[in-house]
């Protein structure tokens, strides 16, 4: 069984954005007239930041356990899924610019038993899809052609 993290300083950009937008919310609204239409922008705004920074607390937290009968994701809650249940995989790739040249991956596989998801910040993340992609072959699923092309882009071939 290998256990996997998110490094710190794959995180440390995500608590950056959310600490500037809960400062250029937060603070505004604290200044504002209570019956302001502001406070109709800012709070809601405010509130997403809080999430984002909930949401990358759980990545932090995050402890992924990748064993032969299947793969664990526990932190602010917990999710597993069985390899000899998986009922879908995919694999998206998300540009962060116009050419393609930056950006993440992430992992969606699904099961009765749990949904499990992870993104490329993760430590040995490669290593997560070669498992799901050797259950999904197992289990002769059909997976889309983005899914298998975006495993060809970490050398992982399903059709062997």
Known sequence: MSTHRYPASALRGDYARAGL?????????????????ALWVLLPLALLFAVFALRTLGRQRAVVELGPDGVTVSG??????RWDEITA????YYSTRGDRAGGWMQL????????IRVDSALEDFVAVVRAASDAARKAGLEVSEATRANLGHLGIVLDE
């Open 89 to 92: 995989l995919r694999l998206d």
């Open 21 to 37: 937008g809960l400062a250029l919310t937060l603070g505004p609204a604290a200044m504002v007239q209570s019956g302001s239409g």
């Open 76 to 81: 602010l809650g917990r999710s597993a899924l």
């Open 108 to 115: 969606t596989a699904k099961g009765p038993s749990g949904k």
